[in-house]
C-alpha cells in the first residue's frame, strides 16, 4: 500500500460512517471499461459501479449532454412542466408494454414506490384490504426499511433494524408449491427479480415464472418485476422479463438508467397506474432536467448500438468458454450462469482470495454468496476483456 492510499483510507475512517467493507483501491479517474488508481495503474472493471455505469465510464457524449442540459436547467422540482422529463418518458415507455412512468432517485426508491403503489391500487381501485407482498429468498429489494423487509436475505443486512414492517412474507426461490400455499386474498402482490444478483446470479426458471402468470389469472395479485440490475440490456433483452413473455402490472429502473447519475423509475401498465393520484405519492429531485436529458441520451445510444443484442451474444460466448474452464478445473468451478452480461462464475468454494488475487492483477469483479464470481461490466466490454479475465482466473485458480 502507497502513503496515499494509506492517507485516503484513514480519512475515510475519521469522516464516513462505517457502513461499506470497501476495496483496497482508491479510483481517481475512470473512463471507458478502465479504473486508475492514485498511481495512474490501469484497472479492468468487470463491476460497472455495480451495473451502473453500461455506457462506460466518463463517456463523451452522456458528458456532453450533462454540460448542455447544466447551463439551461437542473432543476426546478415537480410542480413544474419539463419536456426533458416527457421525453424521457416517452422513449422508456417505448421500450416495453407498460403505460405510465414515475421518476425516483434510486432503485430502493423505486422499488418502495411499487410497494406502496400496488397496496394503494388494492386499496383505493380494487376496493379489497389486500396488502401482503411475496418475495423470494435470496432476493435483493434495497435498503429502506420496507424494501430491506423485502429482501430475502437474513443476517447483518437486517440485523438492528427491527421492528421491521409488517406486509412482507418471503417464500422459497422457484418453488411453486411453497407460492401457492403463501397466496391468500390478502396478497396484493408477488415481486420477483427475473435474475437474482446479489442472490448469486440466478435466473428464474421460465416454468415458474408460467406459473406465476397462470396463479395471477387464479388470484388476482399483482406482479412486480424489479429491474432495477437487470434492465437497460444487461440480460440480452431491453428489460429482463422480455425473455420470459411476462407483461408485469408494475416493474423499476434505476442503475443503469441514467449511467452513473442517481435515478429510478416506477413503470405500470395504465390500471395499475390509477392507483396513485395526486399528493399520493413524490418525490422533490425525482426526474429532475438534467438527469432525465442524460437518461433519454442512455436510451438513444443502448438502441442505436443494440447492446441488448451484444450483451446476449457475450453470454453465449462466454458461457461456452466458462463451461472448457469448468471441464479442465472441474474441482474448483462448477461453472457460469446468468443473461446477457449480469454473469456468475460458481466455484467450489469460499471465494475470496480468488477475487482479491484477481484485484491484484488489476481486474475488478465482485464476489457474492461466498463463492459466486459476479460480472456485471460495461455493455461496451471487448471480448478480449473477458478473455483476460478467464486467462488470469484459471493463472489463479492453477496457483
Same mark, same amino acid.
Given at each position: 500500500?502507497?502513503?496515499?492510499?494509506?492517507?485516503?483510507?484513514?480519512?475515510?475512517?475519521?469522516?464516513?460512517?462505517?457502513?461499506?467493507?470497501?476495496?483496497?483501491?482508491?479510483?481517481?479517474?475512470?473512463?471507458?471499461?478502465?479504473?486508475?488508481?492514485?498511481?495512474?495503474?490501469?484497472?479492468?472493471?468487470?463491476?460497472?459501479?455495480?451495473?451502473?455505469?453500461?455506457?462506460?465510464?466518463?463517456?463523451?457524449?452522456?458528458?456532453?449532454?450533462?454540460?448542455?442540459?447544466?447551463?439551461?436547467?437542473?432543476?426546478?422540482?415537480?410542480?413544474?412542466?419539463?419536456?426533458?422529463?416527457?421525453?424521457?418518458?416517452?422513449?422508456?415507455?417505448?421500450?416495453?408494454?407498460?403505460?405510465?412512468?414515475?421518476?425516483?432517485?434510486?432503485?430502493?426508491?423505486?422499488?418502495?414506490?411499487?410497494?406502496?403503489?400496488?397496496?394503494?391500487?388494492?386499496?383505493?381501485?380494487?376496493?379489497?384490504?389486500?396488502?401482503?407482498?411475496?418475495?423470494?429468498?435470496?432476493?435483493?429489494?434495497?435498503?429502506?426499511?420496507?424494501?430491506?423487509?423485502?429482501?430475502?436475505?437474513?443476517?447483518?443486512?437486517?440485523? =438492528? /433494524?427491527? #421492528?421491521?414492517?409488517?406486509?412482507? &412474507?418471503?417464500?422459497?426461490? @422457484?418453488? %411453486?408449491? +411453497?407460492?401457492?400455499?403463501?397466496?391468500?386474498?390478502?396478497?396484493?402482490?408477488?415481486?420477483?427479480?427475473?435474475?437474482?444478483?446479489?442472490?448469486?446470479?440466478?435466473?428464474?426458471?421460465?416454468?415458474?415464472?408460467?406459473?406465476?402468470?397462470?396463479?395471477?389469472?387464479?388470484?388476482?395479485?399483482?406482479?412486480?418485476?424489479?429491474?432495477?440490475?437487470?434492465?437497460?440490456?444487461?440480460?440480452?433483452?431491453?428489460?429482463?422479463?422480455?425473455?420470459?413473455?411476462?407483461?408485469?402490472?408494475?416493474?423499476?429502473?434505476?442503475?443503469?438508467?441514467?449511467?452513473?447519475?442517481?435515478?429510478?423509475?416506477?413503470?405500470?401498465?395504465?390500471?395499475?397506474?390509477? =392507483? /396513485?393520484? #395526486?399528493?399520493?405519492?413524490?418525490? &422533490?429531485?425525482?426526474?429532475? @432536467?438534467? %438527469?432525465? +436529458?442524460?437518461?433519454?441520451?442512455?436510451?438513444?445510444?443502448?438502441?442505436?448500438?443494440?447492446?441488448?443484442?451484444?450483451?446476449?451474444?457475450?453470454?453465449?460466448?462466454?458461457?461456452?468458454?466458462?463451461?472448457?474452464?469448468?471441464?479442465?478445473?472441474?474441482?474448483?468451478?462448477?461453472?457460469?450462469?446468468?443473461?446477457?452480461?449480469?454473469?456468475?462464475?460458481?466455484?467450489?468454494?469460499?471465494?475470496?482470495?480468488?477475487?482479491?488475487?484477481?484485484?491484484?492483477?488489476?481486474?475488478?469483479?465482485?464476489?457474492?454468496?461466498?463463492?459466486?464470481?459476479?460480472?456485471?461490466?460495461?455493455?461496451?466490454?471487448?471480448?478480449?476483456?473477458?478473455?483476460?479475465?478467464?486467462?488470469?482466473?484459471?493463472?489463479?485458480?492453477?496457483?
Amino acid at each position: 500500500m502507497t502513503a496515499s492510499f494509506d492517507t485516503i483510507r484513514d480519512r475515510e475512517q475519521s469522516l464516513m460512517m462505517q457502513t461499506y467493507g470497501r476495496y483496497p483501491l482508491a479510483v481517481s479517474k475512470a473512463q471507458g471499461c478502465t479504473l486508475f488508481d492514485l498511481e495512474g495503474n490501469e484497472y479492468l472493471d468487470l463491476l460497472s459501479g455495480i451495473a451502473v455505469c453500461s455506457l462506460g465510464h466518463s463517456r463523451p457524449e452522456l458528458a456532453d449532454v450533462m454540460a448542455e442540459q447544466a447551463r439551461k436547467m437542473v432543476h426546478v422540482s415537480n410542480l413544474f412542466y419539463q419536456n426533458e422529463q416527457l421525453d424521457l418518458a416517452e422513449k422508456l415507455l417505448d421500450t416495453c408494454d407498460a403505460d405510465r412512468v414515475f421518476f425516483s432517485n434510486s432503485g430502493a426508491e423505486a422499488n418502495e414506490g411499487a410497494i406502496k403503489l400496488a397496496r394503494r391500487y388494492m386499496r383505493k381501485v380494487r376496493q379489497t384490504d389486500a396488502a401482503e407482498v411475496i418475495t423470494l429468498q435470496q432476493s435483493f429489494h434495497g435498503r429502506t426499511l420496507s424494501t430491506l423487509t423485502a429482501t430475502g436475505q437474513e443476517g447483518p443486512i437486517k440485523d =438492528g /433494524f427491527d #421492528p421491521l414492517p409488517p406486509g412482507f &412474507t418471503t417464500v422459497p426461490f @422457484a418453488n %411453486v408449491e +411453497a407460492l401457492k400455499d403463501a397466496l391468500s386474498p390478502n396478497t396484493a402482490a408477488v415481486m420477483i427479480e427475473m435474475v437474482q444478483g446479489e442472490g448469486g446470479v440466478r435466473p428464474l426458471p421460465h416454468e415458474y415464472v408460467e406459473a406465476l402468470k397462470e396463479l395471477r389469472k387464479e388470484y388476482g395479485f399483482l406482479i412486480i418485476v424489479d429491474e432495477v440490475q437487470t434492465g437497460m440490456c444487461r440480460t440480452g433483452r431491453f428489460w429482463a422479463h422480455q425473455h420470459y413473455g411476462l407483461v408485469p402490472d408494475i416493474f423499476t429502473s434505476a442503475k443503469a438508467l441514467a449511467n452513473g447519475l442517481p435515478m429510478g423509475a416506477v413503470l405500470a401498465t395504465e390500471e395499475v397506474a390509477k =392507483g /396513485f393520484e #395526486p399528493g399520493s405519492h413524490a418525490t &422533490t429531485f425525482g426526474g429532475g @432536467a438534467l %438527469v432525465s +436529458a442524460v437518461a433519454a441520451k442512455v436510451i438513444d445510444i443502448m438502441r442505436h448500438d443494440k447492446l441488448d443484442q451484444r450483451a446476449a451474444q457475450l453470454e453465449e460466448w462466454f458461457k461456452l468458454e466458462a463451461t472448457k474452464l469448468a471441464q479442465r478445473h472441474p474441482d474448483k468451478v462448477k461453472g457460469a450462469r446468468g443473461l446477457g452480461l449480469l454473469l456468475g462464475i460458481e466455484l467450489t468454494f469460499e471465494g475470496k482470495d480468488v477475487w482479491k488475487a484477481l484485484l491484484d492483477r488489476r481486474i475488478v469483479c465482485n464476489l457474492t454468496q461466498g463463492n459466486i464470481l459476479r460480472l456485471v461490466p460495461p455493455l461496451i466490454i471487448e471480448k478480449e476483456d473477458l478473455k483476460r479475465f478467464l486467462k488470469e482466473l484459471e493463472e489463479v485458480l492453477e496457483a
